[in-house]
């Protein structure tokens, strides 16, 4: 049995960081592309960032880059995301999933997924 438990989500003032933790558990996701996606009320889900099973390659999308780093630990089966700078506009339930076989921005394409942690960023 997969699976994928985000935490480190919370309240933060504008300007403030936080890290997001993914851990997966039930087998190992070593090589397995692993990736951020986020969705604010009212909205759909978007894709934040993605990192490859090496950790050698990563991409952004636009709204977060400069601002967030994803990075991974394959000793520990876990996925960061560093965020940095944080907005309003960043609030959002924060979701990690894993592909098996793609590097890609696409959530159609990612096989498992965690059931999100909550970021909510204030004035």
């Known amino acids: 049995q997969a699976q994928l438990v985000e935490s480190g989500g919370g309240l933060v003032q504008a300007g403030g960081s936080l890290r997001l933790s993914c851990a997966a558990s039930?087998?190992?996701?070593?090589?397995?592309?692993m990736g951020w996606f986020r969705q604010a009320p009212g909205k759909e889900r978007e894709f934040v960032a993605v990192?490859?099973?090496?950790?050698?390659?990563?991409h952004y999308a636009d709204s977060v880059k400069g601002r967030f780093t994803i990075s991974r630990d394959n000793a520990k089966n876990t996925v960061y995301l560093q965020m940095k700078s944080l907005k309003p506009e960043d609030t959002a339930i924060y979701y990690c999933a894993v592909s098996s076989s793609t590097f890609t921005t696409r959530g159609s394409r990612y096989d498992y997924w965690g059931q999100g942690t909550q970021v909510t960023v204030s004035s």
């Open positions: 990192i490859s099973w090496s950790g050698g390659t990563t």
């Open positions: 039930g087998r190992t996701f070593s090589t397995y592309h």
